[in-house]
């Protein structure tokens, strides 16, 4: 056996606190670099459990990037482990950048507040009291149908009302759709790699064991996907910033539908195209094995915590039961007012203006730094990867440098799953400043890639 080590594991919480407990340990560096964990046969024995359970442990963390695993030799921490998640910082008030530059928000100062104002006082003047009670789980029946022919119309989706749920926003729909595959018997999901980690904390806490894939220019690697789940960014990858190859959607597609396993599609800025009319959503072409998911984070504001699922029909059901088991219905005034906003026009008026925005400042991103920006990059979303050189500077250089600028930045470092030698680059939210800030952004984002030791210029 290697050293003596303490794992904080409960045996209440199975294979899975194992395996968290001793990830844990790895990243809170109670085990180092190159340090020994105890033979398979060691750790069964002292844990008293199966050594089957401890020889999959390791070879989910070697699959995940922890661990180096070789027949006949013993297990070893690897040298640059997964980073944690790290820390929100803050996005207002006290410790609030001056300027701020990290993607996943729209512009809030352009909520439009008049519309949404007066499609709540049409809700209040016309709505019955007996809408105003708990009503149904799946969510409010006319926001379903409004939704039901706005996706069909604009994203192509197929989607009656029966198979759409309303839900709290991507976040929520990962959490619900792992918690139904769990009680389907299915614990294993595959995530992008890289793909937004926030979510792939989600799953995880969810109880799924999540599941690297590849990701190349034209998006996901589907020959590597081999789970009974997985989730995908394919209208716009996050935070690559590439769309999924023609060939490739078919491909996955296929393989969900001959596999019987699900994809969830996070459709989270299919409304942003720039350059031509968006291609339509995955679900398309295999509505019984993709869920569809939508947002309002992107186009209105995440402070609504408002999205959608439009489900392969065996999964409402499972969905209708971690809704109830999470006590969980979407908010009714705001959902009968976001069917207004749908049905009057406004939500797509505000789409467009948004849209004629977004892409000046891409634009104007663009030339700023005209060679950082790879070429299989769409121009569409609200992000775009300013990937940085590999002579330099490094993510952590340009981090440093923004924080003596007061200049919010994301890298793209804790988006992957696996350690190794990543490309470098920041990911940049050019939605996230009002408009007035927007050229004072930028140029601090100039000063910060020139004080760091490069002008993000790509190879
Ligand atoms: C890749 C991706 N998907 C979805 C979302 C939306 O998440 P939510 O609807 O929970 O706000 C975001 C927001 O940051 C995102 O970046």
Same mark, same amino acid.
């Given at each position: 056996?290697?050293?003596?080590?303490?794992?904080?594991?409960?045996?209440?919480?199975?294979?899975?606190?194992?395996?968290?407990?001793?990830?844990?340990?790895?990243?809170?560096?109670?085990?180092?670099?190159?340090?020994?964990?105890?033979?398979? =046969?060691?750790?069964?024995?002292?844990?008293?459990?199966?050594?089957?359970?401890?020889?999959?442990?390791?070879?989910?963390?070697?699959?995940?990037?922890?661990?180096?695993?070789?027949?006949?030799?013993?297990?070893?921490?690897?040298?640059?482990?997964?980073?944690?998640?790290?820390?929100?910082?803050?996005?207002?008030?006290?410790?609030?950048?001056?300027?701020?530059?990290?993607?996943?928000?729209?512009?809030?100062?352009?909520?439009?507040?008049?519309?949404?104002?007066?499609?709540?006082?049409?809700?209040?003047?016309?709505?019955?009291?007996?809408?105003?009670?708990?009503?149904?789980?799946?969510?409010?029946?006319?926001?379903?149908?409004?939704?039901?022919?706005?996706?069909?119309?604009?994203?192509?989706?197929?989607?009656?009302?029966?198979?759409?749920?309303?839900?709290?926003?991507?976040?929520?729909?990962?959490?619900?759709?792992?918690?139904?595959?769990?009680?389907?018997?299915?614990?294993?999901?595959?995530?992008?790699?890289?793909?937004?980690? =926030?979510?792939?904390?989600?799953?995880?806490?969810?109880?799924?064991?999540?599941?690297?894939?590849?990701?190349?220019?034209?998006?996901?690697?589907?020959?590597?996907?081999?789970?009974?789940?997985?989730?995908?960014?394919?209208?716009?990858?996050?935070?690559?910033?590439?769309?999924?190859?023609?060939?490739?959607?078919?491909?996955?597609?296929?393989?969900?539908?001959?596999?019987?396993?699900?994809?969830?599609?996070?459709?989270?800025?299919?409304?942003?195209?720039?350059?031509?009319?968006?291609?339509?959503?995955?679900?398309?072409?295999?509505?019984?094995?993709?869920?569809?998911?939508?947002?309002?984070?992107?186009?209105?504001?995440?402070?609504?915590?408002?999205?959608?699922?439009?489900?392969?029909?065996?999964?409402?059901?499972?969905?209708?039961?971690?809704?109830?088991?999470?006590?969980?219905?979407?908010?009714?005034?705001?959902?009968?007012?976001?069917?207004?906003?749908?049905?009057?026009?406004?939500?797509?008026?505000?789409?467009?203006?948004?849209?004629?925005?977004?892409?000046?400042?891409?634009?104007?991103?663009?030339?700023?730094?005209?060679?950082?920006?790879?070429?299989?990059?769409?121009?569409?979303?609200?992000?775009?990867?300013?990937?940085?050189?590999?002579?330099?500077?490094?993510?952590?250089?340009?981090?440093?440098?923004?924080?003596?600028?007061?200049?919010?930045?994301?890298?793209?470092?804790?988006?992957?799953?696996?350690?190794?030698?990543?490309?470098?680059?920041?990911?940049?939210?050019?939605?996230?400043?009002?408009?007035?800030?927007?050229?004072?952004?930028?140029?601090?984002?100039?000063?910060?890639?020139?004080?760091?030791?490069?002008?993000?210029?790509?190879?």
């Amino acid at each position: 056996m290697g050293p003596d080590v303490h794992f904080d594991w409960d045996p209440g919480t199975g294979r899975l606190g194992l395996a968290d407990a001793i990830r844990d340990a790895i990243r809170k560096g109670r085990l180092s670099h190159g340090a020994v964990l105890p033979s398979t =046969r060691a750790l069964a024995s002292d844990l008293g459990i199966a050594r089957g359970t401890v020889t999959r442990i390791y070879a989910d963390l070697t699959a995940e990037g922890y661990v180096h695993s070789r027949q006949g030799a013993p297990t070893t921490v690897a040298a640059d482990v997964p980073r944690p998640s790290p820390p929100p910082h803050a996005r207002s008030g006290p410790g609030a950048p001056r300027w701020d530059l990290r993607p996943g928000q729209p512009d809030l100062s352009a909520f439009p507040r008049d519309d949404w104002a007066s499609a709540t006082r049409r809700v209040l003047q016309h709505t019955p009291a007996s809408l105003f009670g708990y009503g149904d789980r799946l969510g409010v029946a006319r926001l379903r149908e409004s939704l039901a022919s706005y996706l069909a119309r604009s994203r192509g989706v197929v989607a009656d009302p029966q198979r759409i749920v309303v839900c709290g926003g991507f976040s929520h729909a990962v959490s619900l759709l792992t918690t139904a595959l769990r009680e389907l018997g299915e614990t294993d999901i595959a995530f992008e790699n890289p793909s937004l980690y =926030r979510f792939r904390d989600i799953a995880k806490a969810a109880g799924a064991r999540v599941i690297p894939v590849p990701v190349d220019d034209e998006g996901i690697d589907v020959s590597s996907v081999d789970s009974p789940a997985v989730v995908v960014t394919p209208a716009h990858h996050f935070p690559l910033g590439v769309t999924l190859a023609p060939g490739r959607r078919t491909a996955l597609a296929k393989w969900a539908s001959a596999s019987g396993a699900f994809v969830l599609e996070d459709d989270y800025d299919g409304e942003f195209r720039f350059d031509r009319t968006p291609v339509g959503a995955l679900q398309t072409l295999a509505p019984e094995r993709v869920a569809y998911a939508g947002t309002v984070s992107k186009t209105l504001a995440p402070g609504l915590r408002l999205g959608w699922l439009v489900l392969p029909r065996v999964l409402v059901e499972p969905v209708r039961a971690a809704l109830e088991w999470q006590g969980w219905r979407a908010p009714v005034i705001e959902q009968l007012t976001f069917a207004e906003l749908l049905d009057s026009g406004a939500y797509g008026r505000h789409i467009r203006r948004r849209r004629a925005s977004y892409r000046k400042r891409r634009d104007l991103l663009l030339a700023t730094f005209p060679d950082a920006v790879a070429k299989h990059d769409i121009p569409a979303g609200l992000q775009l990867l300013l990937r940085l050189p590999p002579s330099g500077p490094r993510e952590e250089d340009v981090l440093a440098a923004a924080a003596r600028h007061s200049l919010g930045l994301e890298a793209l470092g804790p988006h992957w799953m696996t350690p190794c030698d990543h490309p470098q680059g920041i990911v940049v939210g050019y939605t996230t400043p009002p408009e007035h800030a927007y050229t004072g952004a930028l140029s601090a984002l100039r000063t910060v890639l020139a004080e760091a030791g490069g002008a993000g210029r790509h190879p």
